[in-house]
């Protein structure tokens, strides 16, 4: 214990020391929240739908109504040709059709009925936004899958105006997961082994697995802490908003970290240098990075190209920081995210423990 | 060739059990044999010297009895225990300094002496230490600031953190400047006079003549020689050593057929020794040898002369020189 306690906060100074690490994977952080931010305004969204309505309900009147009362939210109602036709040149964010049965559904006096949204193959997070605004009035007219509820009519105000600050949050949160994850693990394990350290302390009598899991919780509390930051920024700098409870932000964030922390690892096992370490850790993380909802929704993706990403972790961590953070989802809607990342973390730390090399 | 093992029989203390024993070490790597078949012990309160130049398996060697390899064949007890089957027990009785020192980055050296110091059961107080190996004034440097004489004294200071019985030194003075070397000399003396056994690795003969009670000389994975450097030297370069610049047209068997030489080597330059250099000197020096005029156009100066001319007594060096065939620093 001693030892593991010595090695941990050592592997924690020494990342804490390593200045350019650390600014470069917080400092990105913040510059794309900034960027994000300027270019989507930091006072809400401006998004524009087309709808269609092919219900011709009081209810889904009422709906659309409450969509286009959100400040920033454009919204007209057109035929299903003119708006695949504005939609097409993009003229519009996205396309909303409102099925026929709309508001027997919401009178609960007819089958289940989905509102469908077309967006642009040119997909940007003002669409991932949309998604979200889209999806919590929908929430809000389903009555919240308690059929005792009465269905109240919604007001502008309970609606979350989910900004583009409010969006990059979750995203950079789990682009932090995403970076330090790897980057700590992968490198720090290579370059002792690389630096002969490892050597020096199987010298000692202290066990590989002392070493090992002194290293993977010293690596996880940067990533916390450099979350901590990124967070307390957001909030008081950027002004971004959590709609959900800050307790279900974190076991994402841990299951996410172990996971990359688990993925990191797996990479020290293969790579026999820094170099392709830093070239495998660059290969795992950028192509996730754009894959995995962070910047923009992954529905804009080639379907094979989903697949993929929903294999992956980050899909998993991205999709329940959203959730709870900008849907203010209960913990019943990230169980599948946090059984995934779980499964991801077990499984990398394991194979990488029975891979692993000393030299 | 002598064996090492009468010798050492000898030089056993009756009753009590050697510090190091190892018993027929092979350690191969693919093709290449690193470790071929190698014994001996290491007595109780000795620094035991291994003398060979790189690559000839001083480093494989010493890494197995660390527990850091595992050897192909052989034994080895390290103060009573197995290695191979307790390596834990052994580690926390020993203290090891690898040739490459290896530290964690972004480390201080206060740091470094307390992350060491937490991984044994038993450790010296960490002021203790960096008062004796005079690194006060560099308590609170970065590892990757100190010079390459206060790297390798922490890099000791780490090794005998744990107050081992037995500490190994990989190539302690390698690439330092004349005086660093000196000052780790006195530190290792300094390690010797608190009771602790040494083994450590060198290539430089003066080290080896300096500090160690016996000497392994090693050559591709063996043990050519193992005694004190006095008896080495008296068995193995007895005398007085002449060395001079290669002559054409001078070979070593004419060169053997002079009056008093011994042995010739040669190895860039002549080395011939002998235990009576005046006799040699006259006869290389003789203006009408036939080397000596074999490239002159009659008169005037001789081409062939012997340069850089050199008389010695023997050391290590030679040893090795008349062992090998070779000069240690290739």
């Given at each position: 214990m001693k030892a593991f306690r010595a090695l941990a906060l050592n592997q924690v100074r020494a990342s804490v020391r390593n200045r350019t690490a650390l600014i470069f994977t917080l400092g990105l952080a913040v510059l794309f929240m900034v960027i994000f931010g300027l270019l989507f305004g930091g006072n809400g969204i401006s998004v524009s739908f087309d709808a269609v309505n092919n219900d011709h309900s009081a209810q889904s009147d009422a709906y659309l109504k409450t969509l286009g009362a959100i400040d920033g939210v454009t919204l007209h109602t057109k035929t299903h040709a003119a708006a695949f036709a504005d939609l097409k040149d993009d003229s519009v964010t996205a396309v909303l059709v409102v099925p026929e049965g709309f508001g027997a559904a919401v009178a609960r006096q007819g089958p289940p009925q989905q509102v469908q949204i077309y967006q642009s193959s040119a997909a940007s997070s003002g669409a991932a936004i949309s998604d979200d605004v889209v999806a919590q009035v929908t929430a809000a007219f389903a009555g919240g899958g308690s059929p005792s509820v009465s269905l109240a009519p919604p007001q502008a105000a309970q609606?979350?105006?989910v900004t583009a600050m409010d969006y990059m949050l979750p995203s950079m949160i789990a682009y932090i997961i995403l970076f330090s994850g790897v980057n700590y693990i992968a490198f720090g394990l290579v370059e002792m082994r690389v630096g002969q350290i490892l050597r020096r302390f199987r010298a000692t009598p202290v066990r590989a697995g002392t070493i090992l899991s002194a290293q993977v919780v010293g690596g996880g509390l940067i990533v916390l802490l450099q979350i901590l930051v990124l967070v307390l920024m957001g909030v008081w700098v950027f002004g971004?908003?959590?709609?959900?409870?800050?307790?279900?932000?974190?076991?994402?964030?841990?299951?996410?970290?172990?996971?990359?922390?688990?993925?990191?690892f797996l990479i020290t096992s293969i790579?026999?240098?820094?170099?392709?370490?830093?070239?495998?850790?660059?290969?795992?993380?950028?192509?996730?990075?754009?894959?995995?909802?962070?910047?923009?929704?992954?529905?804009?993706?080639?379907?094979v190209v989903q697949v993929i990403a929903r294999i992956l972790p980050l899909a998993w961590a991205s999709d329940a920081l959203h959730q709870v953070m900008n849907n203010g989802a209960g913990f019943s809607a990230i169980t599948t995210d946090c059984l995934v990342?779980?499964?991801w973390a077990v499984g990398a730390i394991a194979l990488a423990t029975w891979r692993f090399r000393w030299d | 060739m002598i064996a090492a093992e009468p010798m050492l029989a000898a030089t056993r203390l009756r009753g009590e059990m050697a510090d190091i024993d190892v018993t027929g070490l092979v350690k191969r790597y693919g093709e290449i044999t690193a470790v071929n078949g190698v014994s001996f012990t290491v007595e109780k309160g000795e620094i035991f010297g291994m003398l060979g130049p790189n690559?000839?398996?001083?480093t494989t060697t010493l890494e197995i009895i660390e527990g850091l390899r595992t050897p192909d064949a052989g034994q080895v007890r390290v103060l009573g225990t197995d290695v191979l089957a307790h390596p834990g027990t052994v580690k926390e009785r020993i203290g090891v300094q690898l040739q490459a020192t290896a530290l964690p980055e972004f480390t201080k050296v206060r740091e470094a002496i307390d992350l060491f110091a937490a991984l044994f059961r038993r450790a010296r107080p960490t002021d203790e230490v960096i008062e004796e190996f005079n690194l006060e004034e560099?308590?609170?440097?970065?590892?990757?600031?100190?010079?390459?004489?206060?790297m390798q004294r922490l890099s000791i200071a780490l090794a005998l953190i744990n107050d081992p019985d037995l500490v190994f030194l990989d190539e302690p003075t390698t690439g330092l400047d004349p005086q660093a070397r000196l000052n780790i000399w006195e530190v290792v003396e300094g390690v010797r006079k608190r009771g602790k056994t040494v083994v450590l690795t060198t290539h430089y003969m003066e080290e080896a003549e300096r500090l160690c009670d016996r000497v392994a000389v090693i050559d591709r994975g063996r043990i050519v020689a193992l005694d004190t450097p006095r008896h080495l030297i008296a068995e193995y370069a007895p005398g007085t050593t002449v060395e001079f610049a290669l002559?054409?047209?001078?070979?070593?068997?004419?060169?053997?057929?002079?009056?008093?030489?011994?042995?010739?080597?040669?190895?860039?330059?002549?080395?011939?020794?002998?235990?009576?250099?005046?006799?040699?000197?006259?006869?290389?020096?003789d203006p009408q040898a036939a080397w000596a005029t074999s490239g002159s156009d009659g008169g005037g100066e001789a081409e062939n002369t012997i340069r850089d001319l050199m008389v010695r007594h023997g050391t290590l060096e030679d040893v090795f020189l008349n062992l090998t065939g070779r000069s240690l620093r290739e």
């Open positions: 609606v979350n105006q971004a908003r959590n709609y959900g409870s800050w307790l279900l932000v974190i076991p994402p964030i841990l299951l996410g970290t172990a996971a990359f922390v688990g993925i990191g790579a026999k240098t820094t170099d392709a370490a830093r070239a495998m850790a660059a290969m795992v993380t950028f192509p996730l990075m754009f894959l995995s909802g962070l910047f923009f929704p992954m529905t804009g993706l080639p379907e990342m779980a499964a | 690559g000839a398996g001083k560099k308590a609170n440097a970065y590892t990757n600031n100190l010079s390459g004489g206060q002559v054409p047209g001078l070979d070593a068997d004419t060169l053997r057929g002079l009056p008093g030489v011994e042995r010739v080597v040669v190895d860039g330059r002549v080395s011939i020794s002998t235990r009576t250099p005046e006799s040699v000197l006259h006869a290389l020096l």
